[in-house]
């Protein structure tokens, strides 16, 4: 039984299909999300946060089913942590304030006990020395850190995060990475970004979502794989090439398209193998 | 001027002990409260779990600090920490707020009593729009930033809402239930603006859970106020209050927890009919 | 943030201006460095050890909150023992059993300092020791509560149960009497 199961799952705005019968199963380890805006990730993760309910379509979590009795769903949520793309802060809250409040709504009634907990969410995230700060007064990726560091209470068994490394430095990402890889023992992970790198750093196993469906769905190296032979180094990119750049050498790394003379293969990268799968619409509207 | 001089080790440790006469040990006294380099030494002569346990309690009162005054009331009366915890970030407690409404309502009654019993409008017309208007702020503010968190939390959207109002509810009731009794005229109309009070929250719950509070709590003031100004053309100042009016207050507040329970099965699907 | 090797460089006023900051390290610095100190003195005063401990707690609470009051005037130990001290005066109120000034007529039953140590100590205060020592207890008390626990008239008077205006005639003159002594030559001193 895994722990996150979507069969045929299908969510409708107006006119627009947010997901159109989609079928994934997540377990234990770290799953990205990557896909153009619109795509429908983040409708996905809300679903599966039990945020917001599907239209059509079984959704099974932690082999319970959250569209059942209120205790099913609140049986779920105790063992599911969720950071929002967008979030909050109260007032003049601080770091800490905010995170015990999350605790306490997250049933964490004794105070001793939950001070501890709050602590240590804290100290993973690296915000130990910064608890007692106000939230205003963090920057953009601290405060997201703060966020994560909710999401983590209680040791969920699934964890969604909805853009998690939104503002984080390198070092930070390096620091979230080593987090997660740990977590991802024990926890189904999913994460949306929209850097290709960040899946390529954070994720064993990719899904790319695009107009509500699934493109793919494997590891990363697979990913990649599906890229071979498709991406070289020239000076002059030729005509029909997908999409090109200058690198710093000179050069100019060609994705997709006929070789132009004079080409010299390249390893691709995740990025590569993302852009073409998604041909025109990935260049039309970049993630 | 002192730097050079430092208090003897074994001095030290007498003086930490209390086996020094007055004399000598407020001399060391004196030196060791201007030398940080005799304080420094005072630090292994100290009980280090009692240190640490001291520390443990500032860090806990730094880290999660004191319930403003009202919770910290409540908490007296009863209510468990979690909950208090819930309550203090809610802005409806907020002391500032609980002092307006306080203010609000005795400039009221002071009309009231002012105008000699024979306009009662004033205070009729706010007593019950207090709560009212706190049981709509306890919805926090527009898009409670935290909503998205709420929601998917075990503790429970609705539930949260529920406490908050009963919270406003409790904070203001029981003042205005005094100043009424300060109000000239019958004896009854101290309790009697309760009716459309009681009445007027669900009707404000029922409404916010079709088209949200801001545009509900604007309907409900809008209407009470009609209905008051309403009385003034020529009928009695207690019109509002009056049996059969009273009857009508409750078969609406009636209604709407009828449809707050219908809505409350049929959305029982993500558990969040406020 | 600061990380504590750098903290421990700070002094004691640097510290004070991270924790109205919003700094929990520097608090924590703080207390390492002045909470012990702080025990000790307390202890000299209170025997209970529960209740030097809140006290000591209260006062580092209070600095978090009123950090920012803190005008730089003074050393910051000053300022600490001015917090505690006035916090155990007001807890202990109702407490009579409670010694409040160190027991002035006791013989100390620790060991005797050297005779070097004699000599320093004597270096330091003059021969305050010894003229403090032929004051009446209550111009002692006075003398203890004001000048060496820097309590205001006002609240040794308080404390000790008296009007502050006795307060202050016992202050005066056992500063006189404390004058007169340390103007004479005193033995053993070149």
Known sequence: MNAVELTAVTKTYGRTRALDAVDLSFDRGVTGLLGPNGAGKTTLLRIVATSIAADRGGVRLLGRDPHGSHAELTGIRRELGYLPQELGYPGDMTAFGFVEYVAVLKEWNDRARRLREVRRVLELVGLGDLATKRVSKLSGGQRRRVALAQALLGDPRILVLDEPTTGLDPTQRADLRRTLSALGGHCAVLLSTHQTEDVAALCERVVVLAGGTVRFDGTVTDLVATAAGRVWLCDDPGPDALVSWRTGTGRHHVVGGTPPPGATATEPTLEDAYLLMLGADAVRAPA | MTTTWHVHDDLLADYVAGRLDAIVGASVEQHVARCAECRASTTPLVDP????????????????????????????????????????????????????????????????????????????????????????????????????????????????????????????????????????????????????????????????????????????????????????????????????QQLVYLVLAAVSLVVLAARSSRDRRMGAVL | MGSSSALADQDDTALVTLVADGDAAALEELYGRHAPWLVARLMRRCNDSDVVLDVVQDTFVTVWKDARRYRGTGEVAGWLWGIAFRRMVSRLRSRKDVVLLPEWDTVGRGHVPAAEDEVLLGVEYGDLAGALARLSPEFRSVVQACVLDGLTTKEAGKLLGVRQNTVKTRLHRAKAQLRGSLALPQEGWR
Do not use: K, M, N
């Open chain 2, 49 to 244: 779990l009692l240190l640490a346990r001291g520390w443990d309690a500032v860090r806990d009162t730094v880290q999660s600090p004191a319930f403003p005054l009202p919770v910290r009331l409540a908490r007296r009366c009863g209510l468990p920490e979690p909950t208090a915890v819930l309550l203090a970030a809610a802005s409806s407690l907020r002391t500032a707020w609980v002092v307006g409404s306080f203010l609000a309502l005795t400039f009221a009654a002071l009309a009231v009593v002012l105008a000699g019993g024979q306009l009662l409008a004033p205070f009729l017309l706010v007593a019950p729009l207090v709560p009212v208007i706190g049981v709509a702020a306890a919805y926090g503010h527009h898009q409670d930033p935290l909503e998205t968190l709420v929601v998917t939390a075990p503790y429970g959207r609705t539930r949260l809402i529920l406490l908050r109002t009963l919270a406003v509810l409790a904070s203001v009731l029981p003042f205005t239930v005094l100043l009424g009794l300060f109000l000239p005229g019958p004896a009854w109309l101290a309790a009697a603006w309760l009716g459309p009070a009681v009445a007027l929250v669900p009707t404000l719950l029922a409404l916010s859970s079709f088209v949200g509070p801001r545009v509900g709590v604007a309907v409900v003031a809008l209407g009470w106020s009609a209905v008051v100004l309403f009385s003034l053309r020529g009928l009695p100042a207690t019109w509002p209050v009056e049996a059969t």
